[in-house]
């Protein structure tokens, strides 16, 4: 798919490490690893899965920790565990031999002046001292809710502007969810100097439903040039399962070929 390395998520589409190995073997596709299941699960460790994908030719990017993390948080202790469950996250993305890390900017939870403020500056701390980093990290777009702290392609890019340590990670659905059809293409305008990752699925700009590519409002045929063009990494962060995981991968190679 020209220059461009596609990936998947096992965790998105509901499958186990042997089945999404198999998969991914088979279509010539990596695997997003998902760093908080590793956290609450007793799966394979980095090493073993590393290996794995070696014989199978299976390389690996990885989806940092969200779940109940906070790296912007206004509480003190609530960011030095954030940043602490980051700092491991890392270290196991470099024993997996990750190409690229996607980061979640953080939560405020109220949109006050002052509290946004604070939760900037302890987003700030965090980023700093995850440095330096061991392999390269992205910054993904959210927005998906009130509490999300970053807000449109401006916002991240002043924050990415600062941090020139880190990329963009583009999320399409995210970008249609907050900003409609035009959405993923006002964030590539902005940022796409910085793109070095991205998440691929779909939705009907309502909500962030992983729908397989095509099956929703995401605009793919207007963006299929950018994505032909583009030498980031991407993962299909689809549901559906295998037939999700197909079913998008055929649609973007009929979008790519066109």
């Not at 088979?26 to 609450?40: K, N, Q, R, S, T």
């Not at 290996?51 to 390389?59: F, I, R």
């Not at 946004?116 to 990290?137: D, G, W």
């Amino acid at each position: 798919m020209a220059g461009m390395r596609l990936g998947f998520s096992p965790f998105n589409a509901e499958m186990g490490y042997e089945e999404a190995f198999r998969l991914a073997a088979e279509l010539g596709l990596d695997l997003e690893v998902p760093y908080d299941l590793h956290e609450v699960l007793p799966l394979p460790d980095a090493k073993t899965l590393r290996a794995t994908g070696e014989v199978l030719g299976v390389g690996f990017t990885l989806h940092l920790p969200f779940v109940e993390m906070n790296p912007a948080s206004l509480i003190p202790s609530v960011r030095a565990l954030a940043e602490e469950r980051l700092k491991r996250a890392l270290e196991f993305g470099e024993a997996l031999g990750a190409k690229v890390g996607v980061l979640h900017t953080g939560q405020v939870p109220v949109r006050h002046p002052m509290a946004i403020s604070l939760a900037r500056e302890a987003l700030e701390k965090t980023l700093s001292a995850l440095l330096p980093l061991p392999f390269p990290v992205a910054l993904e777009n959210l927005a998906l809710s009130e509490e999300d702290l970053l807000r449109g392609p401006e916002e991240l890019k002043a924050l990415l502007d600062r941090f020139p340590q880190y990329g963009f990670c583009l999320d399409v659905g995210h970008a249609l969810v907050e900003l409609g059809p035009l959405g993923p293409f006002l964030y590539w305008e902005a940022l796409g100097d910085r793109l070095i990752h991205l998440h691929l699925h779909d939705n009907h700009a309502r909500r962030d439903d992983h729908l397989p590519v095509g099956t929703g409002a995401v605009p793919w045929e207007r963006l299929s040039s950018r994505l032909r063009s583009s030498p980031a990494t991407a993962a299909l962060e689809v549901g559906g399962n295998i037939q999700g995981v197909r079913q998008s991968l055929s649609r973007l190679q009929a979008l790519l070929a066109s």
